[in-house]
């Protein structure tokens, strides 16, 4: 079985930074993609950054130049620095990750449990 773990939600005044972690365990050959989702109350799951095994990075347009995502293949950790948090990134986080389990086995994608991240103004 695969687990994906996040840790680092919490409550941050406007302006505020917090950074998030995933890491995903158990048996794993290789990991693809790994990313950042997340849902706020009332609206749809939406893409807040992803990043490939081989480093290239996307970002949704409403974070580009406050948020970094980051990637340490040794230890199948995905990794969001989040920067001058405003309220509108207030949501659940939820850590996604593209994992083949074995060598010639498909590529199946997990999800975390997700973490909540308020952002008071």
């Known amino acids: 079985q695969v687990q994906l773990v996040e840790s680092g939600g919490g409550l941050v005044h406007s302006g505020g930074s917090l950074r998030l972690s995933c890491a995903a365990s158990g048996s794993i050959f290789s990991i693809t993609a790994m990313g950042w989702f997340r849902q706020a109350p009332g609206k749809q799951r939406e893409l807040v950054a992803t990043?490939?095994?081989?480093?290239?990075?996307n970002y949704a347009d409403s974070v580009k130049g406050r948020f970094t995502i980051s990637l340490d293949n040794a230890k199948n950790a995905v990794y969001l620095q989040m920067n001058s948090l405003e309220p509108e990134d207030t949501a659940v986080y939820y850590c996604n990750a593209n994992i083949r389990r074995w060598r010639y086995s498909a590529i199946v994608e997990y999800w975390g449990q997700g973490t909540q991240v308020t952002v008071s103004s």
């Open positions: 990043i490939i095994s081989g480093g290239s990075t």
